[in-house]
Every structure is written in structure tokens, then in C-alpha cells.
T-cell receptor
Framework: EAGVVQSPRYKIIEKKQPVAFWCNPISGHNTLYWYLQNLGQGPELLIRYENEEAVDDSQLPKDRFSAERLKGVDSTLKIQPAELGDSAVYLC???????????FGQGTRLTVV | KNQVEQSPQSLIILEGKNCTLQCNYTVSPFSNLRWYKQDTGRGPVSLTIMTFSENTKSNGRYTATLDADTKQSSLHITASQLSDSASYICVVSATDSWGKLQFGAGTQVVVTP
């Protein structure tokens, strides 16, 4: 069975440009997470979905970040406009429930120049 | 202040040797503790998950221990191999946080020939 799939793997953009990341969770997983991971640090939660509802987006910088999970399956995370400090790895994870094991995708490495 | 502290920040060990990584947490009320392995450029992969009643859990050459009274956990790697070179992340969740995972910063392990 395929794991969590993210695309693209790498993205380089100029500052002030928009960027979007896509995540396809494991089939049947109703919980989906987006994390930001800076070099040498653990992941930090941006947003968590239970099905199509965002139940925890307290750490999402809503002035420039947005996310959606239409139909409770795939999800997209968007940044507009991107800033130099947004350079990081963006990880998507999914689980069968909020207290079940989370499976991570390989991440999207964003570089803003 | 991070609720999950890991030590050491990094370590170098010779192939075939053993090592132990530490994790102290303040997350409460405790639900479970997980150890993840993250290879460079990849998403984290779960090694073990332990609940309050579990003191130890093994996954091949990886053995995790948990002392819920002192809020400490360790991950022991036996007979290290070059493929063990990775970041090891301790993750703790609370029963009242609806699945919010608290991540440590990770311990970077380098196994040398």
C-alpha cells in the first residue's frame, strides 16, 4: 500500500511569489497534519484536519498561509506571498485517528530566494 | 519552553557499538510516547509507540524504555550499523490535546566505519 505522498519534493521560488504543496494521505486515514520542519529541529504543527474540518490551526500564519482538504482526502497547503523565512521542509502526515500512529510523507523542501 | 527535551543533541559512534538516547518530557496528562527515525531528506518513520502502562518496547535493534513517573524515556541502539545514521525524534502526546503531538528537536546520530 502506498504511504503518504507529497509533491513536489523540492521547490525553489523567489520571495513574494506564491507556492502550493499537495498531500495525498494513506487511504482511509481521516486525520491529516501539515508540519513545518526547520533544519536541525523537530516538526512543528501548522494545521490538523479531522476529515475535512480543520480542528487545530492555531499555529498557522493565516496572513500568508492557507490550507484546504476538500472531500476529506487530499490536502493542499499554500503560501502567498512567500518570505525568505519560509524556507523549510513541509511535512504531511496522516493517521487513522488523532491518537493513532502518524505516518509521514517525504516532505517538500522549499527554498525561497 | 519545549515540553520535550532530548539529549544529546548529536553523537558519533563507531559501527558495531551501542548507544542510548534520552528524552525528558513535561507533557501532561500523558497519552503515549513515540520514537521516530528520520533519515536525511526523508519524513520521520515510527520505531516504537508506548503508552502509560508500557515500560519497554523493542523493534529489532532498537529498544525504547519509558518511566512515566519520572517522565523519561530512552532509546537504545544495539550493534549500530551505518544505516542507523539519522535523526531520532521523541514525540509525546497528551490525552486532552486531541492528538496534538509534541516533538523534541531530535538527536543526530552518525555511525562511522
Amino acid at each position: 500500500e502506498a504511504g503518504v505522498v507529497q509533491s513536489p519534493r523540492y521547490k525553489i521560488i523567489e520571495k513574494k511569489q506564491p507556492v502550493a504543496f499537495w498531500c495525498n494521505p494513506i487511504s482511509g486515514h481521516n486525520t491529516l497534519y501539515w508540519y513545518l520542519q526547520n533544519l536541525g529541529q523537530g516538526p512543528e504543527l501548522l494545521i490538523r484536519y479531522e476529515n475535512e474540518e480543520a480542528v487545530d490551526d492555531s499555529q498557522l500564519p493565516k496572513d500568508r498561509f492557507s490550507a484546504e482538504r476538500l472531500k476529506g482526502v487530499d490536502s493542499t497547503l499554500k503560501i502567498q506571498p512567500a518570505e525568505l523565512g519560509d524556507s523549510a521542509v513541509y511535512l504531511c502526515a496522516s493517521s487513522l485517528g488523532s491518537l493513532k500512529e502518524a505516518f509521514f510523507g517525504q516532505g517538500t523542501r522549499l527554498t525561497v530566494v | 519552553k519545549n515540553q520535550v527535551e532530548q539529549s544529546p543533541q548529536s553523537l558519533i559512534i563507531l559501527e558495531g557499538k551501542n548507544c542510548t538516547l534520552q528524552c525528558n518530557y513535561t507533557v501532561s496528562p500523558f497519552s503515549n510516547l513515540r520514537w521516530y527515525k528520520q533519515d536525511t531528506g526523508r519524513g520521520p518513520v515510527s520505531l516504537t509507540i508506548m503508552t502509560f502502562s508500557e515500560n519497554t518496547k523493542s523493534n529489532g535493534r532498537y529498544t525504547a524504555t519509558l518511566d512515566a513517573d519520572t517522565k523519561q524515556s530512552s532509546l537504545h541502539i544495539t550493534a549500530s550499523q551505518l544505516s542507523d545514521s539519522a535523526s531520532y525524534i521523541c514525540v509525546v502526546s497528551a490525552t486532552d490535546s486531541w492528538g496534538k503531538l509534541q516533538f523534541g528537536a531530535g538527536t543526530q546520530v552518525v555511525v562511522t566505519p
